[in-house]
């Protein structure tokens, strides 16, 4: 997303001001998702499901958990941001591939530390990931 938006920023002048793109990212399920996951790291993933009508019930104590309840359905249903609009401004451009994006996610690799700030301590994060994972710990 940051590629789009970068070269978006370089076409500016061709746009009115506060001219909306939507970036169609992935459109996965949450069993997509996790297939995903255990492909790029080699492990199947031990996955438990959230218990729904626990949580419908919580609505009854907590009237902002019905707003969660209602996206019970996104975990089963693919769905998708149209980016018809991103695509014709930005022809030549090609998302990361699925694989690759979880790569770099779970891994840091291509991940530019800057010499502070919350960059560099995400850089740390993801180094003791690295190593953790290596040792058969996180996933």
Same mark, same amino acid.
């Given at each position: +997303? =940051?590629?789009?938006? #970068?070269?978006?920023?370089?076409?500016? !002048? !061709?746009? /009115?001001?506060?001219? !909306?793109? /939507?970036?169609?990212?992935?459109?996965?399920?949450? $069993?997509? %998702?996790?297939?995903?996951? /255990?492909?790029?790291?080699?492990?199947?993933?031990?996955?438990? /499901?959230?218990?729904?009508?626990?949580?419908? %019930?919580?609505? &009854?104590?907590?009237?902002? +958990?019905?707003?969660? =309840?209602?996206?019970?359905?996104?975990?089963? *249903?693919?769905?998708?941001? @149209?980016?018809?609009?991103?695509? #014709? =401004? &930005?022809?030549?451009?090609?998302? *990361?591939?699925? *694989? #690759?994006?979880?790569? @770099?996610? %779970?891994?840091?690799?291509?991940?530019?530390?800057?010499?502070?700030?919350?960059?560099?301590?995400?850089?740390?994060?993801?180094? #003791?990931?690295?190593? $953790?994972?290596?040792?058969?710990?996180?996933?």
């Amino acid at each position: +997303m =940051a590629r789009a938006m #970068a070269a978006l920023a370089g076409k500016r !002048d !061709d746009f /009115s001001c506060f001219e !909306d793109f /939507s970036f169609p990212g992935y459109s996965l399920t949450g $069993q997509a %998702l996790i297939d995903a996951i /255990s492909r790029v790291t080699g492990r199947a993933l031990g996955i438990k /499901s959230l218990p729904w009508p626990l949580l419908r %019930l919580l609505v &009854l104590v907590m009237p902002q +958990m019905r707003e969660v =309840a209602e996206m019970a359905y996104l975990w089963h *249903t693919p769905h998708a941001i @149209d980016g018809t609009k991103l695509a #014709a =401004a &930005l022809p030549n451009f090609q998302p *990361t591939p699925l *694989t #690759a994006a979880l790569n @770099d996610a %779970l891994t840091g690799e291509n991940l530019q530390a800057a010499p502070c700030g919350p960059v560099s301590r995400n850089a740390a994060m993801c180094s #003791a990931f690295r190593k $953790q994972s290596r040792s058969g710990g996180f996933l």
